[in-house]
Structure formats: structure tokens, C-alpha cells
């Protein structure tokens, strides 16, 4: 498809499939992914790198009312299926519940209009402390004055609460498509420091789908960074006998 092509093309190197269930449309039911290799056969290489492209599956329930979230809670083994499972909750009570309860990776926010509740800290940080994150649409911020102003006011409005622990999102359309740096600089926007900026498109993003595969598992998945050393512990770890020599 041409949207990831583009997608890849502008820097990034992983790209969810999202499989969305909206209740208001009609009577819906959790089907199986569709596998990234039967769209996919060669996955192209990430630029600058030698790795391949990293294609996931997401499941996206906008849920209305509590009974919605029983979806969640089933045990159908499709849920198990999905890399990334997220939640749009549409009311005060939704939102409290999907901080608080739901077995998700993600919860969604519309940032596009007056929001018909404010955001909480209790629930948020009860969210955060579970290793979940806040996702936020930034390309109406694009496409339309008034919707970007209430996509401003309501990204400022969350990032006060919830610490910059927030990813980003564009819509299935090639011309509204960011790559990670413009995204970055839209975070300023939203209240974000540079460094929150850059991981709402990089470490959280990456926390995300290990959250996932945590879920999917039932079990903990460790994920090791290396550090660098500074100059200070190289010079420390030079023997005594050897550290002379050299001033020598």
C-alpha cells in the first residue's frame, strides 16, 4: 500500500495495522488480524539500516457505554492476537474506566472539539503507573483552523496531567502524513518539552509495543538499552600501574 511505502519512505520503522470497532456503526465482533506477509511478502529496509520493516496489528474499540468495554474483558483468543490494543473512550466514566481497569496499551483522546470532560489526574496516573499511554490525532491540527485550536488548547490541557506520556497518531491519508521530526516539533506545540517531543515518536512509542507484548504473553518482557561511559569511569577502570605509564 502506498500509505506505508510513505510511511517508510519519511522515516519510520514501524507501522501498526488498525483494525477499528465502532458500536455507533453497527453490531461488531473481534475478527482475526490480517497478517502483515499477506500484504507484505518483502518488507522493504528500514533507511540507514539493516534491518526490515516492523509491521504490527492494532485493535482500536470506540466505546459509548460501560457495556462496550465488555469486549475487552472477554477471553476471545483474536484479542491475543492483536500487537497493540487501544481504547477511544467517549465519556468522563469511559475514560476513568479505561485508565483504571481495562487491559490496554493505548487510550485514545479527541483532541478535535470541546471536550465534554476534563481530564483528571487520579485516573491519568493510575494509567501511567500501569505502563499505559495517551495517543493523540495531531493532523486536524493540520488540515483546519478551529480544529487546531481546540487540538492545541486540549493537548495542553492533557500534557499538564500526564507527565509528556503521550504518542502520536496521522490518519490513513498520504497528504496529512508527518515524518517523526515535524511530528516532534508539533509536540512543542502541545506543551512538551524537546526530549517529550522526541519520544512521543520514538521510546513511547517503543514502550508501547513491549506493554503489548506483555499483555499477550501474561508474563514481563525486559528491555536493555546500552549506556555509554563517560570519560570519567574509562579513566577509573585504567590500572594504577598503567594510568603512571601514560602520565609518564
Do not use: W
Not at 507484505?40 to 504490527?56: C, Y
Not at 512509542?205 to 499477550?216: D, V
Not at 538499552?225 to 594510568?243: G, I, Q
Request: hydrophobic share 40%.
Amino acid at each position: 500500500d502506498k500509505i506505508f511505502l510513505l510511511c517508510f519512505s519519511v522515516g519510520y520503522s514501524a507501522v501498526a495495522l488498525n483494525h477499528i470497532i465502532d458500536f455507533k456503526e453497527k453490531k461488531q465482533e473481534i475478527i482475526k488480524p490480517v497478517s502483515p506477509s499477506e500484504l507484505f511478502p518483502s518488507l522493504p529496509i528500514v533507511q540507514g539500516t539493516s534491518k526490515r520493516i516492523k509491521v504490527l496489528t492494532r485493535l482500536t474499540l470506540v466505546v459509548s457505554d460501560p457495556s462496550h468495554c465488555n469486549l475487552l474483558r472477554s477471553t476471545s483468543a483474536n484479542i491475543r492476537l492483536y500487537d497493540i490494543i487501544a481504547v477511544f473512550p467517549k465519556t468522563e466514566k469511559l475514560f476513568h474506566i479505561a485508565c483504571t481497569t481495562l487491559d490496554v496499551d493505548l487510550v485514545c483522546i479527541n483532541v478535535t472539539e470541546k471536550l465534554p470532560f476534563y481530564f483528571r489526574r487520579p485516573p491519568v496516573n493510575m494509567a501511567i503507573d500501569r505502563g499505559i499511554y495517551f495517543e493523540l490525532l495531531y493532523t486536524p491540527a493540520i488540515k483546519d483552523s478551529t480544529m487546531r485550536r481546540y487540538t492545541i488548547s486540549n493537548a495542553i490541557s492533557l500534557m499538564q496531567i500526564c507527565k509528556g506520556k503521550v504518542s502520536s497518531q496521522s490518519e490513513n491519508k498520504p497528504l496529512e502524513l508527518r515524518g517523526p521530526y515535524d511530528v516532534a516539533n508539533l509536540g512543542l506545540l502541545f506543551g512538551l518539552a524537546e526530549g517529550e517531543a522526541k519520544a512521543a515518536v520514538s521510546t513511547n512509542c517503543r514502550a508501547t509495543m513491549l506493554h503489548g507484548e506483555t499483555r499477550k504473553s501474561a508474563c514481563g518482557v525486559v528491555y536493555t538499552v546500552k549506556k555509554p561511559r563517560k570519560v570519567e569511569e574509562e579513566e577509573t577502570a585504567v590500572p594504577a600501574c598503567k594510568k603512571a605509564k601514560t602520565q609518564a
